[in-house]
């Protein structure tokens, strides 16, 4: 276990300086597109000339030396200040304390669906391959990763919200029922269903076919002929030797994506006016608020960095291996 | 002296009863398109309780297919059993439903595989590899079953069994991991154990050792055991009977001892012809004018695993590594796995880069030459590789393949690929080969074209990495035969690694044994092989399977792999 402690402190000094990296990165980023707050805030006020955009500009600190912007923020971030957002009128981290729940809500929802589908129907696909079942599996998974993803959306809250009408169509809770406790999980969950299938779907064909190809090549092994001549039978094969080496890939990319899911559903979002991240994010965006976008930014990377480590120690876990050569 | 040590023949009370394991008339269907109908043929043997039989041939000769057959691990539904019936006990295997097929495979009987590396789940711990074993035919409780977990990793000869059972396979040895599968198939006391070449993928010290385990624990619970092996040095060591098979078919069947000492089958009698025995060592080498290549104390040490808070460890690959090599000599490289050969093998030819020491060819250092002084001792140091599948191009033509290493060094190309199909002709290829790919070739042919390919560049060391140890036995001769037509045509020198000492008895001139990243014993291969003044040397030349059996007077001077 020492090894693991120890594998689990490299990681994490690595990540703080990954961090780092990337706060600076992002930080020129931003600066690099063309337009700034001062402009888009004056365009808003209508008639404005050149000098009140250049007070704004004093007044937002937008007129110092780029490299002492950068200190300035660097300095506020790592005392866990990320910043105001005039825009808003209200400091970044309160905005983004209150978008995040919904987003992780509704990804991680997502992200464990999808695995739990992916990897079983991959498996189901790999043990009857060659037959309808196998066929069946490939072509809607096929479909599933072919098909846009909001376009997916639409059409199931087109059937579902709109034609029976058994789902609500967009929103993260009834609003103005005021619902506390039980109810207002139910009434959460309600609204979920229907931006986390589609979400999901997506993500689980990936994962099916990635299952399916990894068992196919695993069961050519010879341990697998072990297995076979020791007797056992075709389940105990199947997921105590074919399913627990196979996996191993499939954890590699689902790390890779976990961390992406927190960032990447502004689609689903924006289709299901779900209250998160990737709505703020093209909020953010379109307005030049680059505090709550540099925000943003920064709790995505984390959410990246974090699942990697995640997936590392997972991966250490599942592989006996990965120790030693680390 | 010819009967000695193959007269074992099988207990008088076991040949009365019924046989253990009665095969009549087997034929195993391969899928239309394969290069033959049936990979198994009418095959027809028994074998009784207390028994070995040796099921001798080559690869594709059917002799796995069988075992397989009998173990349910055909690859269904392409290749199906089509014909005959296997009687365990007097019961059809094939007819039972798959239920009762299950409880006899791994309960009765047990199977143990070639590749020990990989034949293990790498993710599971090998006390529970084995324990599954138990919990599937037995009622045993789990405290039970792991008590004779322990039990069995002991029987097998492992030390520290209770610990070794909480290991992951990937820290045992090739040895220990074949001897983890014995333990695995013993579990359940089968009647039959079947071992398909358990000992080809070892080296041959510990060949020996596990060879000897297998006839112990045989002999000790009496089970039938069905021993497959291309190797007649093994199956003198240990058979009882022998079966030979070639394509499906079987073509002799008797006493080990009528086998190995009165073989009447002309395909036993080319097989035995070709197995090299190490006691024709070549006439000394007369050594002439100045050293080709020298290579002076040579060292190189490799760093594994390290991180940011871990210091790597060091290996030692090779150390203080000196040898000469003449013009026109063969230079045998001999070790076991992990030895170090192949580390200055590279080093030779520029692979790797050592730590410290001299690599002196016709007096130029080198090690001490960048990038480009280099370039033109790639042209006289060539390489043969040992996997010949591994080592083509499989998108490039052959005629490509051996053209491409003249054509880098700004040879015309139609000038290279010209001389490329007159090397192919020299190597034994018609004319034809220039224009395939590489996976139009058997493995024998495609060693051939790495010859041709290493020749395109007119060197004047060739350094052969195993060269043939991919390769069957009557293959193995015939292209070791290319090698010394070749070397004498062209008086080249050659550097010959290699892990088997019967090989390098019949090829090289020198031999230099390795051990450990060291050079323990170098001298002619007479002294080596009639002296051997080192005792690893010794140990060696001791494991050699099959020494005891002296090979039919008759078949001894037919030169290996005759054409």
Request: glycine content about 8%.
């Amino acid at each position: 276990m020492l090894g693991f402690a120890q594998l689990f402190a490299s990681r994490l000094v690595k990540a703080a300086a990954i961090l780092i990296a990337i706060v600076v990165m992002n930080f020129f980023l931003v600066h690099a597109a063309p337009g700034d707050p001062a402009m888009v805030m004056a365009g808003e006020a209508g008639a404005a000339d050149e000098k009140f955009v250049t007070q704004l500009r004093e007044q937002f600190g937008l007129d110092r030396p780029i490299y002492e912007q950068l200190g300035t923020y660097i300095g506020k971030v790592v005392q866990g200040d990320l910043g105001f957002s005039y825009r808003q009128q209200r400091p970044v981290w309160d905005i983004l304390a209150e978008r995040l729940p919904a987003t992780l809500v509704l990804t991680l929802t997502a992200f464990i669906l999808a695995l739990a589908a992916g990897v079983a129907l991959g498996t189901l696909a790999a043990v009857t391959v060659g037959t309808w079942a196998d066929s069946a599996i490939t072509v809607i998974a096929l479909l599933a990763y072919a098909t846009p993803i909001y376009w997916i959306g639409l059409m199931l809250s087109l059937l579902f919200s709109i034609q029976l009408g058994w789902l609500p169509a967009f929103g993260y809770e009834t609003i103005g029922a005021g619902y506390t406790g039980l109810a207002h999980v139910a009434d959460v969950a309600v609204h979920l269903i229907l931006p986390v299938i589609t979400l999901a779907l997506f993500y689980m064909a990936g994962y099916a076919r990635l299952t399916r190809a990894s068992m196919l090549e695993v069961r050519s092994l010879d341990f697998v002929k072990t297995a076979k001549a020791k007797g056992l039978t075709q389940g105990r094969i199947v997921t105590r030797h074919v399913l627990r080496n196979a996996i191993l890939p499939v954890i590699t990319v689902a790390g890779i994506q976990a961390g992406q899911l927190v960032g990447g559903s502004i689609l689903i979002e924006t289709v299901f006016a779900w209250p998160g991240i990737g709505r703020l994010a093209f909020e953010a965006v379109l307005q030049r608020d680059y505090q709550v976008l540099l925000g943003i930014f920064l709790v995505t990377s984390i959410m990246v960095i974090l699942f990697n480590i995640l997936t590392d120690i997972l991966y250490g876990l599942v592989d006996p291996r990965i120790q030693v050569s680390q | 002296m010819s009967q000695f040590n193959v007269m074992r023949t099988p207990p008088e009370t076991a040949a009365m009863n019924t046989p253990l394991l009665d095969v009549r008339g087997l034929s195993i269907a391969l899928p239309p398109g394969a290069d033959r109908p049936l990979a198994v043929d009418n095959l027809t043997f028994t074998l009784n309780p207390d028994e070995i039989l040796c099921v001798v041939g080559e690869s594709g000769s059917g002799k796995s297919m069988t075992a397989h057959a009998m173990m349910g691990l055909l690859p269904a539904p392409h290749v199906r059993v089509s014909g005959g019936s296997l009687l365990f006990k007097g019961k059809d295997v094939l007819a039972m439903p798959e239920a009762e097929q299950r409880s006899l495979r791994g309960g009765r009987i047990a199977m143990v595989f070639q590749e020990p590396m990989t034949a293990l789940n790498p993710l599971m711990r090998v006390g529970r590899q084995i324990g599954e074993s138990l919990r599937e035919h037995t009622a045993l409780p789990a405290p039970a079953r792991r008590a004779r977990v322990v039990e069995l990793l002991d029987q097998v000869g492992l030390p520290n069994p209770a610990e070794l059972a909480e290991a992951y396979p990937f820290r045992l040895s090739g040895g220990q991991r074949q001897r983890v599968m014995i333990a695995m198939a013993l579990a359940c006391q089968p009647d039959i154990l079947i071992a398909d070449e358990p000992t080809t993928a070892l080296d041959v010290t510990t060949q020996k050792q596990i060879l000897d385990l297998i006839r112990s624990i045989q002999a000790e619970r009496h089970m039938g055991m069905m021993f497959i092996t291309h190797d007649f040095g093994v199956v003198a060591e240990i058979a009882h009977r022998v079966a030979v098979m070639r394509h499906g078919k079987l073509v002799e069947y008797g006493a080990a001892s009528d086998v190995l000492n009165r073989p009447q089958h002309p395909y036993t009698r080319q097989l035995i012809a070709s197995v090299p025995h190490y006691i024709e060592h070549r006439d000394d080498h007369a050594k002439t004018g100045a050293p080709l290549l020298v290579a002076d104390k040579v060292r190189k040490v490799f760093n594994v695993g390290g991180g940011l808070f871990k210091k790597s460890k060091q290996v030692v690959a090779g150390d203080d590594l000196s040898l000469t090599i003449h013009p026109g000599e063969t230079v045998g490289l001999v070790g076991e796995s992990g030895s170090g050969k192949s580390t200055l093998g590279r080093s030779i030819v520029g692979l790797i880069k050592p730590d410290s020491g001299r690599i002196l060819f016709e007096g130029t250092d080198l090690l001490a030459l960048d990038r480009k002084g280099f370039r033109p001792y790639r042209r006289a140091v060539q390489m043969v590789f040992q996997d010949p599948y591994a080592s083509l191009n499989p998108r490039h033509r052959v005629g490509d393949i051996v053209a491409q290493g003249p054509v880098a060094f700004g040879e015309d190309r139609g000038k290279a690929l010209a001389r490329a199909r007159e090397l192919l002709a020299m190597v034994g290829l018609d004319g034809s080969a220039a224009d395939r790919f590489p996976h139009e070739f058997s493995g024998g042919q495609r060693q051939r074209i790495g010859i041709a390919r290493a020749l395109a560049m007119e060197p004047k060391l060739l350094v052969a990495d195993e060269p043939v140890s991919a390769l069957d036995v009557s293959v193995q001769g015939q292209v070791l035969d290319l090698l010394d037509d070749i070397r004498r045509r062209l008086n080249l020198a050659m550097l010959f690694i290699t892990h088997d000492l019967r090989v390098a008895a019949q090829v090289c001139d020198t031999i230099a044994v390795m051990r450990r990243g060291k050079i323990v014993e170098m001298g002619t291969a007479r002294e080596v092989f009639t002296h051997p003044r080192d005792a690893y040397t010794r140990s060696l030349l001791d494991a050699i399977p099959g020494k005891a059996w002296h090979i039919p007077d008759d078949l001894q001077n037919v030169p290996a792999g005759a054409h």
